[in-house]
């Protein structure tokens, strides 16, 4: 049988895509991260953890109420993936007469949703933020970047395993597996379709949340070269905000 070449089609325009930290999304909020600043000195922090289960993710405030750090951990679900996946990261307030009082947090489709709540400690100094929708410290401005551009980013706060946002593997007996990150997608919001000699795919991630930006939709697509009508098995599955797509030969 001859070798099958594969080509992968992500969604971008000319000269940019959508959203530096994944070739694959094709609208919606861009980052692999998000802070805003509440009213009522509260906080909201988006955080994707594509693979990672609510019983695989935790977090920590240090003991001076200001800094909270967390970890997750993504295992390997198929035999083609490079492995598994380790997540840790911390935010820090950058103030000194607040401390963190309270924390709610959801963990849904593999996208963390932390809300902080602070309180007064001491007398208010200059740099402490009232949350009244004025100002915003430059720490967090400079996370609100347009987001687009010509290449992809590596994920910043991935400790071990890959950091792109998908993997492309040919397989031993002449077929596909893909590996692609869609963090807020649930299984029910993954669609996958034929069409001649491309395999289509495609997730939707809802807003969710009322401090959401918006949601995000993902596409791209799988094409056999020459074009010519994809035949065999073809299996996809979405699993904690990680779509994986096997095309098998018959």
């Known amino acids: 049988m001859a070798s099958r070449v594969f080509n992968l089609l992500t969604p971008h325009s000319s000269d940019r895509f959508h959203a530096r930290n994944n070739q694959f999304q094709m609208n919606g909020t861009k980052g692999f991260f998000e802070v805003q600043i509440l009213d009522k000195n509260h906080l909201y922090w988006r955080l994707d953890l594509p693979g990672v289960s609510k019983e695989r993710f935790l977090y920590a405030?240090?003991?001076?109420?200001?800094?909270?750090?967390?970890?997750?951990?993504?295992?390997?679900?198929?035999?083609?993936?490079?492995?598994?996946?380790s997540y840790g990261a911390s935010f820090t307030l950058v103030c000194n007469c607040c401390e963190i009082s309270n924390v709610k947090h959801d963990v849904r489709d593999r996208v963390l949703r932390m809300t902080l709540q602070k309180v007064r400690i001491k007398d208010a100094q200059r740099e402490c933020y009232q949350g009244d929708g004025?100002?915003?410290?430059?720490?967090?401005e400079n996370l609100h970047s347009d987001g687009s551009g010509r290449a992809v980013e590596d994920r910043p706060y991935l400790l071990k395993g890959s950091r792109?946002?998908?993997?492309?593997?040919?397989?031993?007996?002449?077929?596909?597996?893909?590996?692609v990150?869609?963090?807020?997608v649930a299984e029910e919001d993954?669609?996958?379709?034929?069409?001649?000699?491309?395999?289509i795919f495609f997730g939707k991630a809802l807003k969710?949340?009322?401090?959401?930006?918006?949601g995000r939709e993902y596409l791209g697509?799988?094409?056999?070269?020459?074009?010519?009508?994809?035949?065999?098995?073809?299996?996809h599955a979405?699993?904690?905000g990680v779509f994986r797509l096997s095309i098998s030969p018959v």
């Open 61 to 85: 405030i240090d003991k001076e109420k200001k800094l909270i750090s967390i970890e997750g951990e993504a295992l390997k679900e198929s035999e083609h993936e490079e492995g598994g996946r």
């Open 134 to 140: 004025n100002e915003v410290p430059d720490e967090i």
């Open 164 to 179: 792109e946002a998908f993997e492309s593997i040919l397989t031993e007996n002449g077929g596909l597996f893909l590996r």
């Open 181 to 184: 990150d869609m963090p807020g």
């Open 190 to 199: 993954a669609r996958v379709c034929v069409v001649g000699g491309n395999v």
């Open 208 to 214: 969710v949340m009322e401090h959401d930006s918006s």
């Open 221 to 235: 697509s799988v094409s056999l070269l020459p074009m010519t009508p994809i035949e065999g098995n073809i299996e």
């Open 238 to 240: 979405m699993k904690d």
